[in-house]
Structure formats: structure tokens, C-alpha cells
Nanobody, 126 residues
Framework: VQLQASGGGLVQPGDSLRLSCIAS????????LGWFRQRPGKGREFVAH????????YYADSVIGRFTIFRDTTKRTAYLKIDNLEPEDTAVYYC????????????????????WGQGTQVTVSS
């Protein structure tokens, strides 16, 4: 599977944005789709993940309330909607696919994912 992330851009504080991650190529989408981000000067951090079949979601504590992950299985696309964007949300956002199974916390780690998209830049600035 290949992943293509898109939807980033330059936005103002308080705006909303929807990022997309399309899974293409042979085979399935994997079992879990995760979103991570890398803020300037920081390491990559987990944001949210969703299980493709059940649609169950899991979020990093820091994004609960403003971030929503969802998917459209017919389009093989997962989304990350970010509301009330803050300058601290400025980062490159990556989507990643896992074929593994396990507890939610396992999928908050990068090692759970075998396929990564190229990332999409989100810049929040007035």
C-alpha cells in the first residue's frame, strides 16, 4: 500500500483544516491508520489513530477536543480534521498504515507502522 497525505497549508489561528490520507496500490489498507506530526525542532509525535474495520478512534491527550479522525472505507481515505488551530499545531503531518493488531497504546508508537506517507505541512500563523 502507498499513502498520500494532503490538505495542509497556511492558515490563521482559529481556522479549521481537514487533512486527507489516501491509501492506494495493491492489497488492503492495513488494520490501523495513524496520524503523527513533527513540529519544528521536535521529534515525531503521535496524534490519533483509527481502526479501518471498526472505525474506533484513539487520540493523544493533547489533541482531544480539537482533532477528529475518521475514514471513508469506500474511498480508502482517512481524514484528520483540526478545529480551532493554534500556532503550536504548526508541523508536518504524516499518515501511516499498520497491518498489526494490538492495544490502542501500541499504535501510538512509530514502530507499529510499516508504511508512511510523505507528510503535509500545516502552518498556523497570523
Amino acid at each position: 500500500v502507498q499513502l498520500q497525505a494532503s490538505g495542509g497549508g497556511l492558515v490563521q489561528p482559529g481556522d479549521s483544516l481537514r487533512l486527507s490520507c489516501i491509501a492506494s496500490g495493491r492489497g488492503g489498507t492495513g488494520s490501523v491508520l495513524g496520524w503523527f506530526r513533527q513540529r519544528p525542532g521536535k521529534g515525531r509525535e503521535f496524534v490519533a489513530h483509527i481502526r479501518w474495520s471498526e472505525g474506533t478512534r484513539y487520540y493523544a491527550d493533547s489533541v482531544i477536543g480539537r482533532f477528529t479522525i475518521f475514514r471513508d472505507t469506500t474511498k480508502r481515505t482517512a481524514y484528520l480534521k483540526i478545529d480551532n488551530l493554534e500556532p503550536e499545531d504548526t508541523a508536518v503531518y504524516y499518515c501511516a498504515a499498520s497491518t498489526g493488531y494490538g492495544e490502542n497504546t501500541y499504535f501510538t508508537t512509530e514502530r507499529a507502522y510499516g508504511t508512511w506517507g510523505q507528510g503535509t505541512q500545516v502552518t498556523v500563523s497570523s
